[in-house]
């Protein structure tokens, strides 16, 4: 295990289909995050598990959104309802958290999902 | 809330030249961490190197160091020696030790011009 994958690297989908996608962390990782990069624009924070639970949403994260990480290894991002302004690239990341210090977090090559 | 800034939206560098990256960070969290990250045009946010708020001493990785001044709140990123493959964007980030989440800056474009 070299690194954070991400599945797919495009998506291209229609308005109004759902979507999903998969990332698998780094193995030995507990936390595991989702952002979303629009185009010129750093990462934004969508949600965050530490192991298997969901701790954190965004309120980026609309009622359309849904992400799951069972068994605290892989997790999936689900998109309900696609609408042109979901299309972004989203970044899947992963860290090793020890006692409350903060460590950097890896980051997967993205899926870049547009939806037409 | 954190937040932070990165003012340059673009920078050239001449090849073997150095260049400063500038990144200043605002929080009330005293125990914080501090990162860059270089994002090529394929995407993948690469770490390439990380300064916690009480460290003594700016972090240093190969090439890379980060000129930091706690009192500025500043956290700036210095590549040495540049090369052509450096070309990339290069966000900052932060993340308080209270917090979850990673915060980044609008990032900066850098040009390595041969």
Request: glycine share 8%; hydrophobic share 30%.
């Amino acid at each position: 295990d070299t690194g954070v994958s991400q599945d797919p690297r495009h998506k291209i989908t229609k308005r109004g289909q759902n979507v999903t996608f998969r990332c698998d962390p780094i193995s030995e990782h507990n936390r595991l995050y989702w952002y979303r990069q629009t185009l010129g624009q750093g990462p934004e924070f969508l949600t965050y598990f530490q192991n298997e639970a969901q701790l954190e949403k965004s309120r980026l994260l609309s009622d359309r959104f849904s992400a799951e990480r069972p068994k605290g290894s892989f997790s999936t991002l689900e998109i309900q309802r696609t609408e042109q302004g979901d299309s972004a690239m989203y970044l899947c990341a992963s860290s090793l958290e020890v006692g409350g210090a903060v460590t950097e977090a890896f980051f997967g090559q993205g899926t870049r999902l547009t939806v037409v | 809330a954190q937040k932070i800034t990165q003012t340059q939206p673009g920078m050239f560098v001449q090849e073997k030249e150095a260049v400063t990256l500038d990144c200043t960070y605002d929080t009330s969290d005293p125990s914080y961490g501090l990162f860059w990250y270089k994002q090529p045009s394929s995407g993948e946010m690469i770490f390439l190197i990380y300064q916690g708020s009480y460290d003594q001493q700016n972090a240093t990785e190969g090439r890379y160091s980060l000129n930091f001044q706690k009192a500025r709140k500043s956290a700036n990123l210095v590549i040495s020696a540049s090369q052509l493959g450096d070309s990339a964007m290069y966000f900052c980030a932060m993340r308080a030790n209270t917090g979850n989440q990673f915060y980044f800056g609008t990032g900066t474009s850098l040009t390595v011009i041969p």
